[in-house]
């Protein structure tokens, strides 16, 4: 889905932009990043790429499905008389394909920052966290701590757009953090191709980043840390993860990718690990916390996977009760080697190991949520959901839909009343 950055026109005699952004959080934050260079120049912001002199599109390459969505965007914008820039992972990605359906695009990758600057006529600082940016949400920052990972991940396109591993400093993040904070943002949001790379290059490591953080940053917000892989958080949870983790201002979620429950799949893939790998992973957090919330992603029809090894995943994360739940179908993307692979899996059957699996993930996500029902959790709230209803999150990053008055940004104690597959529902006690 795209992010679309909107505001009403208001001045003719100005530079005029429209952006456009899909992907992760990492290109969210690059579009606040440029947002905030061409307002600092006076550029403005409209509502309709039809308004603008120039259209920024922030591009995403992450699956098969998601690249034909992105060059129908290139294709479907209107650009004549307009300068047309396009960026994110797609402009590394197929750069050829973009310059042949839009011969006058301008391409610059998400490491381009320099090529960027020069399309666009204003200088863009150098990319790296506590640089200003255009927040676009009130209660809700994000903060990149690096870009790219270590991973040599067989299926995988965004390696090419972020090749190596670039962590920034831990006094900008820090930086950066510490002014969110003080802006009025509760949720923070630490965010990387995968978080627990980070450091690996400068000579520091996430725990130590997070220490830092906390003991520099007064406060009553929370932080919710995002993705880490399955070898690098079996590393940091011997080097004090979770001992880092016991201070209530972290989320107790961690978004640990498994990708295939069989071992002969993650060898194909390109993952460093091994199932029984992720399972003690798992099992370490747990002991732990108990209610700790545990996320992870499986791809799903991995070239040569048989009926067999695809119920290993299920298997999985029915014995590990994983209560969230990413289903990727396996999508070829041109370039990687697994689209090189034979075997491949047709997309009927593709579309129905996902039902499967997403069947199962329903049923132990409603059973794992059950044990929160009668209890009472500290909850912060900083997303509206439908009809009036307000999404908080309990200090283990279980949503939790309640109704009531404005609570947007405060943290109140809600009564657990209902457990369902994917959520829960409470009362807000007074």
Known sequence: MATLFKIPRTNENVAKYYIETYGCVANKVDSEIIMAALSSKGWERVEYPEEADTIILNTCAVKEKTIAHMLSRIRRLPKEGKKFVVTGCLANVLPEEIRKIAPEAEIAGPREWEKLSEILGVKLPDRKAGVPQIRTEPFIA???????????????????????????????????????????????????????????????????????????VKGDYRIRVGMMNVDHAVRLIDEGLLDVFEDPRLYKFFHIPVQSGNDRILKLMGRNYTVEDFREVVMKIRKRFPLASISTDIIVGFPTETWEEFLDSARLIEELKI????????????????????????PNEKKRRSKYLTEVHLRVGKEWNKQYVGKTFRTLFVEKGRHGAFIGRTEHYKPVVVHGGNILGEFKDVYITEALPLFLRGEIQE
């Not at 289903?327 to 993307?333: C, D, E, Q």
């Open 142 to 216: 994000s903060v990149v701590i690096s870009e790219g990972c270590t991973g040599t991940c067989t299926y995988c396109a965004t390696k090419f757009a972020r090749k190596y591993i670039s962590s920034y400093r831990p006094g900008d993040i820090v930086r950066s953090v510490k002014e969110a904070v003080e802006e009025g943002r509760k949720e923070i949001r630490l965010t990387s191709q995968d978080t627990g790379a980070y450091g690996v290059d400068i000579g520091t490591n996430l725990v130590e980043l997070l220490g830092e953080i906390l003991d520099s």
């Open 323 to 346: 209560d969230v739940l990413n289903i990727s179908r396996y999508s070829a993307i041109p370039g990687t080697v697994a689209a090189r692979m034979k075997g491949h899996i047709s």
